[in-house]
Structures are given as structure tokens and as C-alpha cells.
């Protein structure tokens, strides 16, 4: 699905999609991680244990991630001139510092657990630990495609750092169920690397999902794709003649655009700003991610023995 694909929603049918796909995650993580925990306790495997707290945290991250699309998608208001999508931002971060607390409080208890097996003290884990891991790869697997399905059509970013929690935990369930089956063939030490597998999986994905934030909240550039997008349009437009300068910013999961366009410089005020307006109405309304593209115009003395000094901004 291509990115303008990705924005043909108004804010009241992305928040009410991401609530919709939020509300099924939620209820499908807290009997997930239930009965993981139940089976990690009964089975004594720690990997299943582990498994269980990192699908806990998958409820909190979707309590956070409706609280961001919430937040996001409420309008403009006097102390928040440019809206609020930067709050979808807030939650990626708080959902990036939950996986690492979550990632390195596995971790810790995978290196205590490898001590004890190499000591002989650490006995291997029942089958229904092998039950559960399957049942939570398939489980978190379709849960993955799912959110990220409805992550890409609404452009949430909150939504689709939930989709990869999803990722994470059905890969922390492979890793689970590979420590599992490799334990109760006699290797027992492998139950808690297996745990120590998984604590480095969710550590890239928290990494990942900071990166992310961070870009959107420093006003990084569009991506290269959407650039070429945006100058095709400006050139397609009738009156442009030159493009002197072009600007984008991501602003959560929206982008604002600056361009500096030349135009003929006998062009009255009126004409001039049609242009600029035609543009600017154009980008916005193909590029649907684009919140506000301002206009300049600059008159094309170079293109022309002499001209008037016309300069509008839309």
C-alpha cells in the first residue's frame, strides 16, 4: 500500500480504526499473557515466564497507544496552533522505554537462570510450555499483520510500534519455544538463553521505535519518494517556471512543505497568487499526509529581460 493510499482518512476514522484494532489487541494480550504465565509457572520454564512479561506489556503499550491516537486526533486549539500529532510521538517513545525496561528486566533474569543450569540447579521445563510457545507464535503472528494492516491505512506511527511489539513477541516466542524443546532434550541451560535471546530481540525493536519517534519530532525531512512526488506536482502546475527552493518536515505522522517557486514577473498580484494557490491546493489534496504546503513566489528575472518584484506566500 503506497503512502497516499495511507491518508485518505479524516482524523475521527483513524482514531475510531486504531481504537477498533487497539481494543481486539488488548483483550487478545491479556488472555495471551494469562495463559502464559500460567503455563511458564506450572511448566517451570523461564523462557515461557519471560514470554508471558513481555506480552503483559504488550496490554500497557495498547492502553498507551489509544491514549496517543486520542490525543492525536483532536483539533487545533489556541494553545495548539498545529495541532496535536506529535502526541502519537510521546507514545511511541513511552512504548520504546516500556520494551527496553522489559527487554533488559528479561535479560537479567536470563543470566541468573543460565548460573543456575550450568550449576545443575535449574530443571527442565513440562510440555505444556511447548503448547503455550505455539499457541503465542501463531497468536501474536496474526496479531502483527493485523495492526500493521490498519497502522499503514491510518499512517499511525503509535499503531504500527504496537504492530512490531506484536513482531517482537511472536519472535520471543520462537526463541521460547526453541529453549523449551532444546531443554527437555537435555540442555537444559538452553531455556534461559533462549530468554536472553529474546531480551536482545526487544531491545532493537525498542531502538527502532525511538528512531522513529525521534525523526518525527525533530522535524526530519520526507522521505527521497515523497520529495520526487512533491516536485513532480509543482512542475505539472501551470505558471511555474522555476523551483528555487524546496522544504519538508514530518510532523508526527503528517508533513509540512515549504516551496519557493519563479514565475513569470509581468504576472499581476491576482495571477500570481493563482498559482501559488492552484499548487498549494494541489499537493494537499494529493498528498493527503501534507497538513499545510505554504507557497512563495519569487518573480523569474532570469527568464525574462525585465520584470516586476511580485512575491505572494499561500
Same mark, same amino acid.
Given at each position: ?7 485518505i482518512?479524516d482524523? /475521527? ?10 481494543? &481486539? ?7 495471551l ?18 514470554d ?13 497507544v ?8 483532536? $483539533?487545533?486549539d489556541a ?8 502526541m502519537?510521538c &510521546? ?12 527487554g ?12 543456575? =543450569?550450568? =550449576?545443575? #540447579?535449574?530443571?527442565?521445563p ?9 499457541i ?9 499483520h ?31 519455544? /526453541?529453549? &523449551? ?11 534461559p &538463553? ?9 531491545l ?6 525511538a ?7 525533530v522535524?526530519?525531512?520526507c522521505?527521497? $519518494?515523497?520529495?520526487d ?30 516551496? $519557493? ?9 491576482? /495571477? ?11 499537493i494537499?489534496?494529493?498528498?493527503p ?6 507557497v512563495?513566489?519569487?518573480?523569474n528575472?532570469?527568464?525574462?529581460? #525585465? ?5 505572494q506566500?499561500?
Amino acid at each position: 500500500m503506497t503512502d497516499s493510499e495511507a491518508k485518505i482518512y479524516d482524523a /475521527a476514522t483513524v482514531k475510531k480504526l486504531a481504537l477498533h484494532v487497539s481494543v &481486539v489487541s488488548l483483550a487478545v494480550n491479556i488472555v495471551l499473557s494469562l495463559g502464559k504465565l500460567a503455563a511458564g509457572i506450572i511448566a517451570s520454564s523461564g523462557a515461557m515466564i519471560s514470554d508471558a512479561v513481555h506480552s503483559a506489556s504488550d496490554v500497557f503499550s495498547t492502553l498507551m497507544v489509544m491514549f496517543g491516537v486520542s490525543m492525536s486526533a483532536k $483539533e487545533e486549539d489556541a494553545d495548539h496552533p498545529y495541532g496535536h500529532e506529535r502526541m502519537e510521538c &510521546v507514545t511511541a517513545l513511552l512504548l520504546a522505554l516500556l520494551l527496553f525496561a522489559t527487554g533488559l528486566g528479561i535479560g537479567i533474569s536470563g543470566v541468573k537462570n543460565i548460573s543456575l =543450569a550450568l =550449576a545443575g #540447579e535449574l530443571a527442565a521445563p513440562g510440555v505444556l510450555a511447548l503448547a503455550a510457545a505455539v499457541i503465542s507464535i501463531a497468536v501474536k503472528e496474526w496479531m502483527f499483520h493485523y495492526t500493521k494492516r490498519t497502522a499503514k491505512r491510518t499512517n499511525s506511527g503509535a499503531l504500527m510500534a504496537d504492530a512490531w511489539h506484536h513482531r517482537s513477541d511472536a519472535l520471543s516466542s520462537i526463541g521460547s519455544f /526453541a529453549g &523449551v524443546l532444546g531443554a527437555r532434550l537435555g540442555w537444559p541451560v538452553l531455556d534461559p &538463553v533462549a530468554a536472553l535471546v529474546i531480551c536482545l530481540f526487544i531491545l532493537k525493536v525498542a531502538y527502532d521505535i525511538a528512531m522513529d519517534a525521534f525523526d518525527k519530532m525533530v522535524d526530519h525531512a520526507c522521505s527521497p $519518494e515523497m520529495v520526487d512526488q512533491i516536485r513532480e506536482l509543482i512542475f505539472a502546475t501551470d505558471g511555474v517556471e522555476t523551483l528555487d527552493d524546496l522544504k519538508t518536515r514530518r510532523f508526527g505522522n503528517k508533513s509540512y512543505v515549504d516551496i $519557493e517557486i519563479g514565475v513569470d514577473p509581468t504576472l499581476s498580484v491576482v /495571477a500570481a497568487h493563482d498559482i501559488a494557490e492552484a499548487l498549494h491546493q494541489r499537493i494537499e489534496q494529493e498528498l493527503p499526509e501534507v497538513k499545510h504546503c505554504m507557497v512563495h513566489i519569487n518573480p523569474n528575472l532570469a527568464g525574462h529581460s #525585465e520584470g516586476c518584484d511580485a512575491k505572494q506566500e499561500v
